[in-house]
């Protein structure tokens, strides 16, 4: 398990400088909610997702790594979720989307 709690205070400072590009920005939420699921706090990766869609909108890595956060805690029933969301947005699922079901799948 890692350090959350200093690796978001890194990530909140980052945000706040300003200096990140909208895709830069994208990517920083989104390292920090992968950073969250292999830290096991899967709860606090979907508070992540939450909080990221007021200032950004999520793209398909954003839903993978969330369907990833889920395979990985178990939880098949939330990674399917994910994945109909992902849809709902109208993002295309690729190899690692499905990857990630089958491993949710897998530990159900």
């Known amino acids: 398990r890692g350090d959350v709690p200093q690796a978001e205070e890194v990530f909140r400072r980052v945000l706040k400088s300003g200096r990140l590009h909208k895709s830069q920005t994208r990517m920083a939420w989104n390292t920090m909610i992968k950073a969250c699921a292999n830290a096991g706090e899967h709860n606090h990766a979907r508070h992540l997702f ?27 029933r939330e990674a399917l979720m994910w994945f109909k969301e992902m849809e709902a947005h109208r993002f295309m699922p690729n190899v690692v989307t499905y990857t990630a079901l089958i491993d949710a799948a897998a530990k159900a």
């Not at 939450?50 to 369907?67: A, C, D, W, Y």
Request: hydrophobic share 30%; proline share 4%.
């Open 50 to 76: 939450h909080e990221m869609s007021v200032h950004i909108k999520p793209n398909r890595q954003t839903f993978g790594k969330l369907i990833e956060t889920a395979a990985k805690g178990g939880k098949q």
